[in-house]
C-alpha cells in the first residue's frame, strides 16, 4: 500500500510518500517540499497575515499537485501548532480548501506528542525500554515518556522554536537580557514536567525527534543526513551549551552559514537550542540520541494499525489523492503573493 502524509508546518508544506506494509517498515520514497514561512507573517497573537494564508494554500495545492504522479493509495493532511493555535485558523483553513480542494485536519498537542512516539518506540523497539523522548518544533515542545506503545506521560508545551523567537529573541542577535528571560521562561513552563516525571521510572534513552534536534547534532559533527538513517547521531548538553553560546553572538544571516543549519530556520535555531539546553539541564539529560523517525512517520504508522482493526480512524482523516482537484490558477489572482496545546497535560 502507498501512503501519503501532508504536514503542513510553519516552515514548509512536506508531502511524504511512503511504502506502508504492516508488519514491515514504513519506507520512503519520495518527499514534496513547499516553502510556508511564517516567521514574519504572525502577530503577536500569532494570528496570520493574508500574505501568509496565501503562501500556506499556494504550497499545500502546489505540493498536491507534484504529489499526485507518485500514486498515491490515500494520504492524510493535518497541520501542525503555528496554524492550529492561530486565532484565525479557520479562516487559513478556509482559504487552503478553496485553493487546494481539501481542508487538512489538525492535531492537539498531546495527539502530536503520542503520534510522535508511536515512530520512535517503533524505531528502536523493545530491547530499548523506558523511553523520554522530546521534540521541538516551531510551535511547541513535545515531552513524552514510555515503555510501551502507549505512553505513561505525555505533554505539549508552548516552546516552539519559531513561537519563542518572535516572543523573546526580537533583536538580531539578541540581547544577554532577551536569552535570559527566555530561559526563565523555559524553566517556569518545564517545572511541572519534570516534577511529574520524578514519579517515573529513569529513562534507559532519551531521544530527540525533530529538525531541531537534528540541526543541532549537525552543528555539533554528527554525520550528515545523506548517511542515511541508520548511522548513529546523539547530542550532549555540553554541545548544546556550546551551541548556544555560538549562535547567541551571530545574526541570523551568519547562522545560516554554519554547517546544518537551514536558511529559513537560521532565524529561530538560537531558540530551539535554548530550550534543548535548558530541558536538558532540567531533566538531568547528559545526552541523547537523535531519531530520524517523528511525527510524520507515526501518522503511517497509525493508518497501518487502522487499517487491520475493526475500528475506525479517530483520529485523521483519510483524502485520496486522485479525487483531490486543486483549484485553478486563476483562484490565486488578485491576491498577494509574497515571498515564497499549550499546557502540559499527562497521557489517558
Not at 530561559?183 to 534507559?204: G, I, K, S, T, Y
Request: hydrophobic share 40%.
Amino acid at each position: 500500500m502507498r501512503s501519503g502524509v501532508l504536514d503542513i508546518g510553519s516552515n514548509c508544506a512536506q508531502f511524504l510518500v511512503v511504502d506502508a506494509t504492516p508488519g514491515a517498515p514504513s519506507l520512503p520514497l519520495h518527499a514534496v517540499k513547499e516553502p510556508v514561512l511564517l516567521g514574519d507573517d504572525l502577530d503577536a497573537e500569532g494570528r496570520i497575515s493574508a500574505a501568509g494564508t496565501e503562501r500556506v494554500a499556494t504550497a499545500v495545492r502546489r505540493t498536491l499537485c507534484a504529489a499526485g504522479r507518485f500514486e498515491v493509495d490515500h494520504f492524510c493532511a493535518f497541520v501542525t501548532a503555528a496554524i492550529r493555535d492561530a486565532p484565525n485558523r479557520e479562516d487559513v483553513l478556509d482559504r487552503v480548501e478553496a485553493v487546494a480542494g481539501i481542508r487538512p485536519q489538525f492535531l492537539t498537542g498531546v495527539q502530536e506528542a503520542r503520534l510522535t512516539y508511536l515512530a520512535v518506540r517503533h524505531w528502536y523497539g523493545w530491547r530499548a525500554g523506558t523511553l523520554l523522548m522530546l521534540d521541538i518544533g516551531g510551535g511547541s515542545m513535545e515531552v513524552v515518556l514510555g515503555r510501551d506503545l502507549e505512553p505513561v506521560f505525555a505533554a505539549s508545551l508552548p516552546l516552539g522554536a519559531g513561537r519563542l523567537t518572535r516572543e523573546f529573541l526580537t533583536d538580531d542577535p539578541p540581547t544577554a537580557g532577551e536569552r535570559r528571560e527566555l530561559r526563565r521562561h523555559v524553566r517556569d513552563c518545564l517545572a511541572q514536567v519534570r516534577d511529574r516525571l520524578h514519579w517515573e521510572d529513569r529513562p534507559r534513552r532519551v531521544i530527540g525527534s525533530s529538525k531541531t534536534f537534528k540541526q543541532l547534532a549537525r552543528l555539533g559533527g554528527a554525520p550528515p543526513q545523506r548517511k542515511g538513517p541508520f548511522v548513529s547521531r546523539t547530542l550532549t548538553r555540553t554541545d548544546v551549551a556550546a551551541e548556544v553560546e555560538l549562535l547567541g553572538g551571530l545574526r541570523a544571516t551568519e547562522r545560516a552559514r554554519l554547517r546544518g543549519v537551514s536558511v529559513p530556520r537560521a532565524r529561530q535555531i538560537l531558540a530551539g537550542a535554548i530550550v534543548a539546553e535548558t530541558t536538558m539541564t532540567q531533566l538531568g539529560i547528559r545526552s541523547l540520541e537523535v531519531s530520524p523517525w517523528a511525527l510524520r512517520e507515526g501518522v503511517v504508522l497509525h493508518f497501518l494499525s487502522s487499517e487491520t482493526s475493526d475500528r475506525g480512524d479517530p483520529t485523521l482523516r483519510r483524502f485520496e489523492l486522485h479525487g483531490v482537484d486543486p483549484a485553478p490558477l486563476s483562484l490565486l489572482h488578485g491576491r498577494s503573493m509574497d515571498r515564497t496545546e499549550a499546557t502540559a497535560s499527562p497521557a489517558v
